[in-house]
C-alpha cells in the first residue's frame, strides 16, 4: 500500500500532481516544475520530504556501531554536527548515501533514502549484534519540510529564535520553529543555502502554513520531487539509483573521499574495508570511469541510460539527464572513460535513438551559488 505523508491533504488542496516515489504518494509539481525550479535558485522553495527514512542510534557504543557499520569516520563528528557518508557492503557496493547527526554525546539520527530506509535499517539492526547500541526505526516519528534557496535564511529567521548565523552548513540544532519543536539542519540538496525541518508528522501542516505566511512576500513557492530533481542535477549531486547503486564502489563514483580507512576505532573493521582498499589501489592504478557533465549543443534531452559515444565507439553511459532551467539547455550527468572525460574533450555524443548528439564535456557541478 501507498504510504502518505502528513501533509497529504494539504498537497491535495493545492492541486499538487501526485506520483508514487519509492512507495510514498508524494507530490511531482503543483504547477510549473520550470517556475518551482527557478524559485529555489533566485528566491525560495519549500519541500515536504517526509518519505526521508530516520533511523537513531543510541547507547554508549553508538560511535562504534556506526563506525563499523558505515565508510565514514563517524566517531569525529562533533555534537550538533553532520557529516555525509555511505553504507556498502562487504564487496564494497554502495548500498545508500547517507547524512548522519549527531544529537547528543551517545545519539545518532541517520537519514536513509526513501526507498533504501528498510535495507539500511536492516543492515545497521545486523552491524549491531555485540555493540552496547541501540538501532531504532524513527521514521513514523518525523515529518521533515525543507525550505531552500537564497532567502531561505530570512524566512526561517522571521519564525524562529534559533541561532541560525551561528548554524554551519552541515549542522543542525534542536530550537522551535513557528511555536513547533525542531531539529533545524543546515543541508539540502538544491545546491541552495537552506534548511531542513525535522518535527513530529502532527506539527507538520501548522509549519508548513507558517513558513508558507512567513515567505510570502520572499517570493517562497511549494515545489514537488520534479524540480528537486533537476536542481540537485544542475549542483552535480548524484540520486541514488542512477550515479550510486550496489553495482558501484564510492570510488567508482569518484566519491572515494568519504571514506576513511584510519578511523579512531575499528580502523580495519568497517563493512567492505578489503574490498574499498582494493577499489582504492584499482582506481589510481587504473582510473574507473569518470563522473561528469555533458550540456547539449542542440535541443534533445538525454535520459538515465543512453550510452555516450565518440568516433562511433561507446564510451559512456548517462545516469541522469534533463532541460536545465538555469542553463536553458539539456544537460547530463555520465560514467565516461577517463580518455573522454577532461572537461572540453570534443567529438563526444548522446545516443538518442540512433542519432549521436553533439555534447560538451563539463566538470561538475553545472551550477554553484554565489556565496
Sequence with gaps: MTRTTALDALHRSLGATMTDFAGWDMPLRYASERDEHNAVRTAAGLFDLSHMGEITVTGPQAADLLNRALVG??????????????????????????????????????????????????????????????????????????VQGPHSPAIVKSVTDADLDGLKYYAGLPGTVAGVEALIARTGYTGEDGFELFVAPADAEKLWQALTEAGAEYGLVPCGLSCRDTLRLEAGMPLYGHELTTALTPFDAGLGRVVKFEKTSHGDDFVGHDALKEAAAKAEANPPRKLVGLIAEGRRVPRAGMAVVADGQVVGEVTSGAPSPTLGKPIAIAYVDAAHAEPGTTGVGVDIRGTHEPYEVVALPFYKRQK
Design 73 to 146: 569516520n563517524i566517531g569525529s563528528v562533533g555534537v550538533g554536527r553532520a557529516r555525509y557518508t555511505m553504507i556498502c557492503r562487504e564487496d564494497g557496493g554502495i548500498l545508500d548515501d547517507l547524512i548522519v547527526y549527531r544529537l547528543g554525546e551517545t545519539e545518532y539520527m541517520v537519514v536513509a533514502n526513501a526507498g533504501n530506509a528498510q535495507i539500511v535499517l536492516d543492515a545497521l539492526v545486523e552491524r549491531a549484534a555485540g555493540f552496547d547500541a541501540e538501532v531504532r526505526d524513527d521514521r513514523d516519528a518525523y515529518a521533515l519540510i525543507a
